[in-house]
């Protein structure tokens, strides 16, 4: 089983859409987490931390459930400007990051 | 602020060269660097940690004599692939470390290097 695993997408959804992505994580030590953002052939870009209380950010919503090593992010009205692959990160004890196979999402017009 | 720099963006070389690419923290000191590949539509892998006035620690599968490592200075770190081969060929992507008091420790990402190994 991989460390970390993401839904495969791609996800094509229409402006206005609200679309959902999972991470699951297999080590249950892990102490951090995170949403990272990367645009085609360009670095990745922290997108949001991920606490257990759940966070939100704008149109943006994170979730951890530690029991279910599971977490999740929410966009809400996506723009066009959403269009990207997102990874989920698992930071365990040697501070490494694990990064997911990403899941691309297109915002369509 | 926590900004990281790769040079050069984009390198193509013939096989069997040597290619050293060169990560930078602009605005802090960084003891800890790492280095990332990532094939076309695969997600980032680690390949070593860059410590600073010490050895690189590599991750499983990646040759050190391959992948040298150096980090001399709290700022810099550099990546040389030595005898470049047609699947060295990738994009690779490296991190600075920002140590936080009393929080998380964020990695900082520079923009990458595209190799092309011809």
């Known amino acids: 089983r991989k460390e970390v695993e993401q839904d495969p997408g791609p996800f094509n959804v229409p402006e206005g859409a609200t679309v959902a992505f999972n991470c699951t994580y297999s080590?249950?030590?892990?102490?951090?987490f995170f949403w990272y953002r990367q645009d085609c052939r360009k670095e990745p870009k922290l997108l949001m931390s991920?606490?257990?209380s759940g966070n939100e950010d704008g149109r943006f919503t994170a979730q951890l459930n530690r029991a279910s090593q599971y977490i999740s992010l929410l966009i809400r009205d996506s723009k066009l400007s959403d269009s990207a692959t997102y990874l989920c990160?698992?930071?365990?004890?040697?501070?490494?990051?694990?990064f997911g196979p990403g899941t691309r999402l297109s915002v369509l017009p | 602020g926590a900004v990281v720099s790769q040079h050069p963006s984009r390198v193509i070389c013939k096989s069997g060269t040597s290619v050293k690419i060169e990560c930078r923290s602009l605005?802090?000191?960084?003891?800890?660097m790492f280095w990332y590949r990532q094939f076309p539509k695969q997600s980032l892998m680690l390949m070593a940690t860059?410590?600073?006035?010490?050895?690189?620690?590599?991750e499983q599968g990646v040759e050190k004599d391959k992948f040298l490592i150096n980090h001399a200075s709290l700022t810099l770190s550099t990546l040389t692939v030595t005898s470049a081969h047609p699947e060295d060929s990738s994009f690779y992507i490296c991190?600075?470390?920002?140590?936080?008091?009393?929080?998380?420790?964020?990695?900082?990402f520079g923009p990458g290097t595209r190799l092309t190994v011809l």
């Open positions: 991190s600075a470390r920002l140590l936080r008091e009393n929080s998380y420790n964020e990695q900082f």
């Open positions: 860059s410590n600073e006035g010490s050895k690189a620690t590599y």
């Open positions: 991920v606490y257990s």
């Open positions: 605005d802090f000191q960084a003891t800890t």
């Open positions: 080590n249950s030590a892990s102490q951090s």
């Open positions: 990160v698992v930071v365990g004890y040697g501070q490494n990051f694990v």
